[in-house]
């Protein structure tokens, strides 16, 4: 395999962009790392190493050559003549190389490279020391400003996570993360030699584990409404609640393609859907209720079953299970219920006023009263009666209240 590292070295020519050597560079496909040879050095005398502070003299020996490379992302060594040939004998990351000079004089030149704890000096023989080492040089403190810029990426995600665990609002900390991976994204663009492509799906992996950590938060916040629209006795805090979780949940399922993801929506969604129907079932219940009680207790269960209705009615465009379940016509239809029920009650206090103390003409007066405020919403309500009724009511009151001494 070593052939072909030397094959490679030799179509690099000048130790520029090698763009001829296509079938030589597939051969090392195992050891390249979804990277590409940029530059290549060739030396046939001693490179020396230095790693945590020992120091060893690499001779490729009589016949052989060593030979670096620096790829998209790193700097390679390899040395002819070994048993593991084709293998590096030198791995150096670009985002960890500190230094790179080309040291060029009368009798000597060398490349040094070094890094947070290696370093390697030799005498090319064949190449653009120069050249390599500039790339070297630049493209290592674009690595690191890449690395860089991603770990802020991960601090502003550690802190999304914490305040989201907290339960604390996680819109600013959200921003911070966007905005930290907008910076990393101007770095690939800022060195016309970096590898955009492979820089940029380091980000773009980034960026799918905040996504992945945004969808588990959304999730989070759907499962937590299901369960405070289960807890409140509130008619519209509980259709907020829904109204929340459908909406957070749509907007999940639109902004995620992930097949795993879209399996744990299904179930976050039926969850909320049996919550809203049950919602529902409890209007309906109070309703059925209502048909068969007495006249007093029939106008509390219907208002009950009006109320959830119409609360409903106010979400139904972001909830499904309530804009199927048509509320806004149940709500109507349970008005005009209660509407009948209130004047039913009217007359039964009306009926049984003159045997008590004239407080059922009271009651029978703001009965009617209710009724009065919902008959825009029944068809067949006649205003001019009801005005009427009350204002006898009204006499009938006053007449009372002169009977039993109350004026």
């Not at 020519?13 to 040879?37: H, I, M, N, Q």
């Not at 023989?125 to 630049?138: I, K, L, W």
């Not at 995620?256 to 879209?262: A, K, M, P, S, Y």
């Amino acid at each position: 395999m070593f052939d072909e590292v030397i094959a490679a070295a030799e179509r690099a020519g000048a130790g520029g962009v090698p763009t001829r050597y296509d079938k030589a560079t597939k051969s090392l496909s195992g050891v390249l790392d979804d990277e590409d040879v940029r530059h290549v050095l060739v030396t046939t005398k001693e490179l020396t190493h230095t790693e945590n502070s020992r120091t060893i003299t690499i001779d490729a020996g009589p016949g052989h050559d060593v030979v670096a490379m620096a790829t998209s992302r790193r700097v390679l060594v390899f040395v002819g003549g070994q048993e593991n040939a084709g293998e590096p004998d030198v791995v150096i990351d670009l985002a960890d190389v500190t230094g790179a000079e080309y040291r060029d004089s009368l009798l000597s030149s060398s490349v040094v490279v070094e890094s947070q704890n290696q370093t390697i000096e030799f005498s090319p023989t064949d190449g653009a020391p120069d050249r390599f080492v500039s790339y070297v040089e630049r493209l290592g403190s674009s690595w690191a400003a890449l690395d860089a810029a991603l770990d802020s990426v991960r601090d502003a995600m550690e802190t999304f996570e914490r305040r989201r665990t907290a339960g604390a609002d996680t819109a600013a900390a959200a921003e911070t993360v966007r905005s930290e991976l907008e910076r990393a994204r101007e770095i690939p663009a800022s060195e016309y030699e970096a590898p955009e492509d492979v820089m940029n799906a380091a980000i773009d992996g980034v960026a799918a584990e905040f996504e992945a950590l945004q969808t588990d938060s959304r999730v989070q916040d759907v499962e937590d409404a299901i369960d405070a629209a289960a807890v409140t006795d509130d008619d519209e805090a509980t259709c907020g609640h829904l109204r929340d979780a459908c909406e957070t949940l749509a907007a999940t399922r639109s902004s995620v393609d992930d097949e795993d993801v879209h399996a744990a929506l299904d179930g976050v969604e039926a969850d909320l859907e049996e919550r809203a129907e049950a919602f529902l079932a409890d209007a309906a219940t109070a309703r059925e209720a209502a048909r068969d009680a007495d006249p007093l207790a029939a106008v509390d269960r219907f208002e009950e079953a009006r109320h959830r209705f119409e609360a409903a009615s106010s979400v139904a465009d972001s909830v499904e299970a309530f804009d199927e379940a048509n509320v806004a016509e149940r709500a109507r239809a349970v008005t005009v219920e209660l509407y009948e029920a209130l004047q039913t009650e009217a007359e039964r206090l009306e009926e049984v006023a003159d045997d008590g103390d004239g407080d059922e003409f009271e009651r029978a007066k703001s009965a009617l009263e209710r009724a009065q405020a919902l008959a825009d919403h029944v068809p067949d309500a006649d205003h001019d009666d009801l005005a009427e009724d009350i204002a006898q009511l009204e006499a009938a009151v006053e007449r009372s209240q002169w009977e039993w001494g109350k004026t």
